[in-house]
């Protein structure tokens, strides 16, 4: 049987402009993640394509997947928030989803037992 995690865990997702996701990773890692993986995407706001009042947006968004136990997650939501001033307009946004299981993370689990 594949092992499975059972202890509650929370995946973090951030979606930060693209640049952003190497220095939400290192924060997160610092905080006590074991990682994250970086993936590519595209903002649809209206305003991204272009230019609005004299400003260039880039449309272009780093998404970043960050699974951590459940009793670190809100802290390290606040972290990221701090870090990519997201509560700041149009600087990104973070939200957690909680996972009830997950596999192909061994070293999660070896470190739990």
């Given at each position: ?75 390290m939501l606040h972290k990221v928030s701090e870090e990519a001033n997201l509560d700041k307009p149009g ?23």
């Open positions: 049987m594949t092992d499975c995690i059972s202890k509650p865990h929370k995946l973090l997702i951030t979606i930060v402009d693209k640049g952003m996701g190497s220095e939400i990773v290192e924060k997160t890692k610092k905080a006590g993640c074991q990682g994250g993986t970086i993936i590519p995407g595209i903002g649809t706001r209206l305003e991204s394509a272009g230019s609005f009042f004299g400003f260039t947006f880039d449309p272009e968004k780093d998404i970043v997947f960050s699974l951590m136990e459940s009793d670190l997650a809100y802290e600087r990104g946004v973070a939200f957690l989803l909680d996972i009830s299981t997950a596999t192909g993370i061994a070293h999660l689990i070896n470190q739990m037992q």
